[in-house]
């Protein structure tokens, strides 16, 4: 049933495409799986993505956003047009990011990353020349979601000998209840860009964007489990890529986004215990060629080190550093056990 569902949505986008593009399509491939909304159309000549998600909302918001960025940079996909809720926009590159940058030595990935982070501050420095400010949603706005997040960090007590009573909740949760000011695209994972032709790198998939404090699209990639720059190099290429034009010195900036990233790290590490309780250990080339949580013992070690790192930097989530590191401790075994077991 789930197959044959799938088959009419694509038969429905091809349908679609070639009324709307007035052009056959030769084929279609999905390579984030069959089981993702967006698909690769390939016409004579040309590639195109095409996009039908279950809720046509984020798919409009998408369209929108990308449409009124498009005047200010040249980082993001362009929008071939919108027909029903089946969005389509100009394919930025079949070189993820997330498995492009693995096969490269540590001068060359440093060069993808700041080329990433500097295409994180362009769409944003986009976004404050448009009207976004004044129509997009605010991101975790509400005191329920803040909570949630900073409550979180238990998830590491079963690997540690529990949180330290000198973390103090109520205070991490007033430091990353932002307002929400700054254009976030959200979910800036790695393999939610992409290496085109000339090695240009561009971001993708839009519809979870808002409005916050800014650092979080950095916190995304940072705190991306199948990211392999360790953080000392990822803050020192924020530093050299830093765009005062958002609005916060940059001290302010490191200090929010440390505090942020902690709390993101433990929300990554939560999604890999889950994914992991239903599915097992994935392999790292499945993982990054579909881009899935980082459902490998090795990932879990990585995301606890961020942690671990980041933690480390701001008085306010110091006292989690040490369950961050017995985490990483825990899943490094864990790590020797499978691959003896394999």
Known sequence: MVKDSNQSRISRIVDTAEQHFGQRIARVTTPGGERRSSVRLHFEGKDVIATLRSDFRRTHLEAFTLDRLAPFTGNIPRVL??????????????RRLNQEIVLHGSGKQLDLA?????????YQSAARQTDLSDVLPHLGANKDWVADIVNSVDALQPYSSGICSTFDRDAVALAVSCPGCQFVKWDCR????????????????????????????????IGDEAWPIVP???VDVMIDAFDPGCGYKIADYLEYLSVYLALH?????????????????????????????GVHPAFAVQICKVGQYFS??????AALTRNFEDAAITFERIMQDWVSMK
Do not use: P
């Not at 700041?114 to 362009?122: C, H, K, L, N, Y």
């Open 81 to 94: 047009g919108v027909v029903g809720d089946i969005l389509f926009q100009s394919d930025v590159g079949r």
């Open 114 to 122: 700041a080329d990433a982070v500097a295409g994180i501050f362009r």
């Open 190 to 221: 790695s393999g939610n860009a992409a290496v085109g032709a000339g090695g240009h790198l561009s971001w993708f998939d839009f519809e979870y964007c808002g409005l916050r404090h800014g650092a979080e699209d950095f916190a995304w990639l």
């Open 232 to 234: 000392d190099l990822m």
């Open 265 to 293: 790290c433990v929300q990554r590490f939560k999604l890999i215990l889950k994914e992991a309780q239903k599915c097992g250990w994935l392999s790292k080339e499945n993982i990054r060629q579909y881009d899935d949580a």
């Open 312 to 317: 480390a930097q701001s008085s306010l989530t």
